[in-house]
């Protein structure tokens, strides 16, 4: 039977590693729930596990550019798993596509060393210039 219409897809994700390079890159779609949010943060937790840097010096692009608007029960979920005291200073380049998510981003990353930008490559730009260079 096809979907119903306006039906939302569920949220998952896809984490692939970058080890040579100390990069995360994530992918976000979908709507989440608090079960989907808690299996992320295990999930990107046992990502940084596998790379050599320590999770302060590690990178991350996280292209949520496919994420529906998501409830105020699960920005604060993501909030908290943005607050994780082991990746508080980890570097993340966002990837939103629209003001509504970027709207909600800037409500979850607070003051976090985090930008957010309109495509991958920016992110990735943005992450590999070494902060000095940044400010000039």
Known sequence: APLATGMVMSGDFSIETEPARGLLRVRVWGFFTEADVIRYHAAIVAASETLPQAPAAQLMVNDISEMTSQG????????????DSRYVE?????VAASSLARAQLSRIIGSRTAQIFASEA???RWLFTPPAARAA
């Open 72 to 83: 105020q029960d699960i920005v604060a979920a993501f909030r908290q798993v943005m607050s």
């Open 90 to 94: 980890r570097r993340v380049g966002f």
């Open 122 to 124: 920016e992110a990735e």
